[in-house]
């Protein structure tokens, strides 16, 4: 009876592990469209910002070169001598007396008052500024997570509808897979019928005939010669592994190499 696991590779980048801690590929085009929302957002940040500084700038400067200082210094002496001895001198001197003052006057002045006065922003206000939109960036990054969790609670209210979706999904898997391997399995024997450094001559690829023999050649050697020193230092297969033939997947001890002893073909335990 076929089954659906364990999955190939090419399946598995199309499913989203729920247990797995790292970002998988269906969640990262999600995330990456998320995060290129908030560019705009930045853009906008950065652009009030610059706003902000270049204002602060120029008012900066305006006070700075239309600050005037004036400064006022006065002497003021007043003094009323009264001549004479008699009774009416003495009042005169008594009444206008009175009258004598002496005072200084230094005033100091500016226009500071009527000039600009502009503040710029720290650097803790401006860490403030960006502060939401740093938060909004990681919820976009964390929220993978709590997405993995709308099929269980979806299943939960709609057992139905869950299991009818997974049997299509699973059948559709199977068929898929069965595309696969039948593809590929017609592609290896293809290979196989093709003598070596056999070029087709339905169309041009740019290259001279006797280029592509002499490259399927090397390569085909190269091959064999990795065989063999494979063969004769096992300690080698850890460098040198190779690949399933048909779904490409790293050499594991599991995997099957074909039965007919001219072949060089490897297969997965999947693809086996």
Not at 147 to 169: D, G, M, N, Q, W
Request: proline share 6%.
């Amino acid at each position: 009876k076929q089954t659906l696991l364990p999955l190939l590779r090419e399946e598995k980048s199309s499913f989203i592990f729920p247990c797995k801690p790292a970002v998988q590929r269906p969640e990262l085009q999600y995330m990456v469209i998320e995060l290129l929302k908030c560019i705009p957002l930045l853009l906008f940040l950065l652009f009030i910002c610059g706003l902000d500084h270049f204002i602060f700038s120029i008012l900066s400067i305006i006070q700075h070169h239309s600050f005037i200082e004036y400064s006022y210094q006065t002497s003021h002496h007043l003094s009323v001598n009264v001549m004479g001895a008699s009774l009416m001198a003495e009042l005169l001197r008594s009444t206008i007396g009175a009258l004598n003052t002496s005072f200084d006057t230094d005033v100091q002045t500016s226009n500071l008052v009527c000039l600009p006065q502009p503040v710029g922003m720290t650097r803790q206000q401006y860490l403030n500024t960006f502060l939401p939109l740093g938060a909004l960036a990681l919820l976009c990054v964390v929220q993978v997570y709590p997405f993995r969790l709308r099929r269980a609670i979806a299943s939960f209210y709609f057992p139905k509808r869950e299991k009818t979706r997974v049997l299509f999904l699973y059948n559709k898997l199977l068929q898929q897979r069965k595309n696969f391997l039948y593809l590929q399995r017609g592609r290896l024997a293809r290979q196989a019928r093709q003598p070596p450094g056999l070029v087709s001559g339905d169309r041009d690829t740019g290259w001279g005939g006797h280029s592509l023999l002499t490259l399927q050649l090397f390569w085909l050697q190269g091959t064999l010669l990795l065989l063999r020193c494979r063969q004769r230092w096992p300690w080698l297969r850890r460098c040198l592994r190779r690949g399933c033939s048909l779904c490409g997947t790293r050499e594991t001890p599991q995997h099957q190499p074909c039965s007919n002893p001219e072949c060089v073909a490897l297969y997965c335990e999947g693809c086996w």
